[in-house]
């Protein structure tokens, strides 16, 4: 055990020795230039682990309103500006960032008073919210080399008027001009390939976009209550998300042969009375072309015409039918639905937008499902055939939407096939209102 005893010790003391390196290693990098050492008017920053660039992480003693970010420190180049760095210094009004930086990091910038920014080519990252809440930016030009934009990166940002995007950028992040409500035009560079989900949404000066041919997915909500007068879809468009465009008083849209998804409200509340389908869509959403613009002189979408090689859907009547299970997913006026027993299902808010005095829902169908009956503007009565199987979760309501009750139900069949029905225990809502329900 004696003769190891020295290799022991000595092999301990390395470790105590690398261990005393790596800690002091580990707390250099925490000390600040700017807050820590007396200096008057210097940022904060941080040195990084291996000692070859600064990170900017706040004010430190800086006192300027004209924010001027330094090229270097004694030599050492600054490349980022860290997270938080800036969030909520109003007394900011301006910057200058130096064509050393490379990446601005989440929220550096949010809620300052800015009134704009230029962030040079050599910022290649540019994480999200960076520039959220910062009310009073009115033009902004990013870096033309870019290789990553977060989400929420202008989000309400109220009076910002005009942005210069990276010309290689291949995607609209999410949330990135939400509730930019004084933008009005916006360039998107050739080769982005899709809008992020409420990327403008409330954009409520926005009247004319040209999405580049190389789009092919317009997400959730992109445009949801911008104020679009026109809209050109690209031929290469594959998929137009939920509520993509509803609440743009748009009269006319033309859907480009290749689509082949259309959200749930995708449409809804514009100015769109005619629509035709072509044979590539799979996929169509429930009250997609729902409702009128509010703003909108026409009364709605009024008709529905599907290209007769698709092999999904068909119309007929202001109806679109599935033509595997005979699923109702639209109707414009519940009574030209076919009463040959082609109907099977009711799809969830196919009589969505429905003004009539009877709802008579045709023999044949054998199944509710949840909203289906409902989100209407008006209904006197509703009638359900004897062959109805199957009630969802609020499959039927009772009120439209001024809240008015409809006068009754009336179920067609026997009282024994009304028991033997399968019915969520809430099939029926909106029955604070009184109404009567007959059966037989």
Not at 249 to 259: N, Q
Request: some cysteine; glycine content about 10%; proline content about 5%.
């Amino acid at each position: 055990m004696k003769k190891y005893l020295p290799t022991i010790i000595f092999g301990t003391v390395v470790l105590i020795a690398v261990a005393a390196l790596f800690a002091y290693l580990g707390t250099r990098p925490q000390k600040t230039v700017g807050d820590s050492e007396g200096d008057e008017n210097v940022l904060a920053m941080k040195l990084s682990d291996d000692g070859s660039f600064y990170t900017v992480t706040g004010l430190g003693s800086y006192s300027e309103s004209e924010l001027i970010i330094p090229h270097d420190v004694d030599g050492i180049p600054v490349k980022e500006i860290g997270r938080w760095a800036f969030r909520d210094e109003r007394n900011i009004t301006s910057v200058v960032i130096p064509d050393t930086v490379e990446k601005i990091c989440e929220s550096a910038f949010k809620s300052t008073s800015i009134t704009e920014i230029t962030v040079p080519d050599s910022v290649k990252y540019i994480e999200g919210y960076v520039f959220a809440d910062c009310r009073g930016l009115e033009r902004a030009v990013l870096s033309k080399k870019v290789d990553f934009l977060g989400e929420h990166l202008f989000e309400n940002c109220e009076r910002l008027v005009t942005v210069t995007l990276p010309e290689n950028l291949k995607e609209i992040p999410a949330y990135m001009f939400t509730r930019c409500t004084l933008l009005e035009s916006v360039t998107l560079p050739d080769g982005v390939e899709s809008i992020g989900e409420h990327a403008f949404n409330d954009c409520n000066s926005l009247r004319h976009i040209d999405l580049p041919k190389s789009v092919k997915t317009v997400s959730d909500s992109a445009f949801n209550m911008a104020r679009l007068e026109d809209i050109i879809l690209p031929k290469g468009l594959k998929e137009i998300g939920s509520n993509a465009f509803m609440g743009n008083p748009v009269d006319e849209i033309t859907l480009p042969e290749g689509l082949e998804i259309i959200g749930s409200r995708a449409f809804e509340f514009t100015g769109i009375t005619s629509v035709f389908i072509p044979a590539s869509v799979k996929e169509i959403g429930f009250e997609a072309f729902g409702g009128r613009y509010e703003f909108s002189d026409s009364a709605g979408i009024s008709e529905i015409v599907i290209s007769e090689e698709n092999p999904v859907y068909y119309s007929t009547g202001g109806c679109v039918i599935t033509r595997d299970e005979g699923e109702l997913v639209l109707t414009l006026d519940p009574g030209s639905l076919p009463d040959d027993g082609s109907v099977k299902i009711i799809g969830p808010f196919a009589y969505g937008n429905v003004n009539a005095e009877v709802v008579a829902v045709p023999e044949g169908v054998t199944e509710i499902r949840s909203g289906g009956i409902s989100d209407y503007e008006y209904i006197g009565e509703i009638r359900l055939p004897a062959s109805l199987e199957r009630i969802e979760y609020g499959g039927v309501r009772a009120v439209n939407h001024h809240n008015e009750a409809a006068e009754r139900i009336v179920f067609e069949g026997t009282p024994e096939q009304w028991a033997a029905m399968e019915k969520d225990e809430n099939w029926l809502s909106g029955t604070e209102n009184v109404l009567i329900i007959e059966v037989g």
